[in-house]
């Protein structure tokens, strides 16, 4: 089962940018959709984006929608989450994992064998 490792994570001011990095243990083809969570303080975790690693469809949660985009270096086995304009409700632990893909896309839903990684912390404030 392929493991994940989130990365690039900091602080940053309001309308700044951020790169994620989530970085697979083996093959990342091998996961057939990758999904980005995200837990703030006090609040659930919410999917934020995913992929589908055989068709590259993507999705976006209406909130991050224009302003995050999704990439991947498939010889690094890393998918990356470019975050821009940031707001200090981005602010939360993101998180990397495997998510079910069907019909070509991808679902909010890791995948039962999967497990949370550590995260990475992004802190939008001035």
């Known amino acids: 089962q392929l493991q994940f490792v989130e990365s690039g994570g900091g602080l940053v001011q309001p309308g700044g940018s951020l790169t994620l990095s989530c970085a697979a243990s083996?093959?990342?083809?091998?996961?057939?959709?990758i999904g980005w969570f995200r837990q703030a303080p006090g609040k659930d975790r919410e999917g934020v984006s995913c992929i589908n690693l055989r068709t590259n469809l993507a999705n976006f949660v209406y909130s991050v929608k224009g302003r995050f985009t999704l990439s991947r270096d498939n010889a690094k086995n890393t998918v990356y989450l470019q975050m821009n304009n940031l707001t200090p409700d981005d602010t939360a632990v993101y998180y990397c994992?495997?998510?079910?893909?069907?019909?070509?896309?991808?679902?909010?839903?890791?995948?039962?064998?999967?497990?949370w990684g550590q995260g990475t912390q992004v802190t939008v404030s001035s």
């Open positions: 083996g093959d990342i083809l091998g996961a057939s959709a």
């Open positions: 994992i495997a998510v079910v893909a069907s019909d070509g896309f991808c679902q909010y839903r890791k995948k039962p064998s999967a497990r």
